[in-house]
């Protein structure tokens, strides 16, 4: 095949063509040059790379290398970098940079960047972060730590393009071009008015292909939302999701703008939802990460392998009340581990729907009865299936047809206990205002082993005994 199809091309940046992964030789060479302090050759082969592709590097590399690397890349760690790192790595990181470098670094971030730099660092830390901004950057992070740490302001940046609403596009654009300094990037100009409430966005798009007399009302956006600074972050992102937008500003309790969000963000609170919510279904806590003590790591999922303890020893006081029925029929302990791992996958898939569905918003009080009756009856179909499927092998296994057809009927029933717990636990969790994420894999667990054992183990005992 010819390079041009070869899909294991590495470009010039050092990253595999598909996956977007340093390749090892880069990072050995990335190695050398620090093993040989050799400063010129280490900014050559960095150069190129990406900030968040510099932050997988040093997330990749053991304590030492990466404390040798920082320090030899000297003044060209760039704030981005930072910005990208995990928060645990953020903080190692931070300490071994000499406090000119990371004044230099910070610099040119933007406020809401910083913002996230900071905030969850040591007041040391912090003092060296903030100490490096000029007065009013200074000012602006510390207003914006004011804020609840989920809010709007949190999220937002201090960088605002505005323009007054009677402009027009010929005054907006001469603006933009007299402005000395501007945001890095933005995709809106706001309009104001005299109270500095907002009234409009204007996209550069429709600003630049605009004649100069058209007036900026004529122009702006046919959505616009407005977030009060105050307002949750989850529902920041949902919005931003819903309505597609780009960009939005934050106003204070009197409506006055005092930022914006922007999609990147807002797409990142999205992100971290999503994680947290996968961490928490497998209960290892919300903020694990492989760069998590070996403490740490075990510290997080203790309490939900405690929890899932007990709910464990509850299924065994089920099957102990039938001890003596397994002792007259030696193949109902062999068969009861399938009943129970049926039902716990079948719960656990609908869990992680409807969790799912719940951070979407897409499962509210009005759907809610139909889609609880789609997934019981989404259980009722597998457990058919899938009872049907293990009386024959029973059946044949055992040569009891009367055992066929407990087993048969205690999955059918496990799989719609499943579908059915999966479902009304997460919701009711979640009318309660507890994280269903959080909390609905032992309780779920639970319904699934204790009705299974007790399906199984009863039909057995009534019918077979």
Known sequence: MSDEFDHNDTHSDGLTEGDYSLQRRDIAAILYAVDANDQAKLIALMEPLHAADIADLLEQLNTYDRCRLVRLYDREFDGEILSELEEGLREEIIAILRPDVLADAVRDLESDDVVDLVEDLDEPQQEAILGALEDADRVAVEQALTYPETSAGRLMQREVVVAPEHWTVGEAIDFLRRAEELPEQFYHVVLVDP????????????????????????????????????????????????????????????????????????????????????????????????????????????????????TAILASLVIGVFAETINQMVALAVLMPIVASMGGNAGTQTMTVTVRALATRDLTAQNAMRVVLR??????????????????????????????????????????????????IPMALDRAGIDPALASGPFVTTVTDVVGFYAFLGLAAWVLM
């Not at 630049?208 to 600074?229: A, G």
């Open 195 to 310: 109270r500095m409430h907002p009234k409009g966005n204007v996209t550069l798009g429709k600003l630049m292909s605009s004649r100069r007399n058209t007036k900026l009302t004529e122009i702006v956006e046919d959505v616009f939302q407005v977030f009060p600074v105050l307002q949750d972050e989850a529902d920041v992102a949902y919005a931003f999701n819903q309505y597609h937008l780009i960009s939005a500003p934050v106003v204070d309790e009197s409506n006055r703008l005092v930022g914006v969000i922007t999609i990147d963000d807002a797409m990142t609170v999205l992100d971290e939802e999503h994680e947290e919510d996968i961490l928490r279904l497998a209960g290892v806590g919300d903020e694990a990460s492989l760069t998590d003590t070996i403490f740490e790591a075990a510290k997080g999922r203790a309490l939900w392998l405690f929890v899932n303890l007990l």
């Open 375 to 424: 997934e019981v009856s989404v259980g009722a179909v597998n457990g058919v299936i899938f009872g049907c499927l293990m009386a024959l092998v029973a059946a044949f296994w055992f040569g009891v047809p009367m055992l066929a057809l407990v087993i048969a009927l205690a999955m059918l029933g496990t799989q719609v206990a499943a579908a059915l717990g999966g479902i009304v």
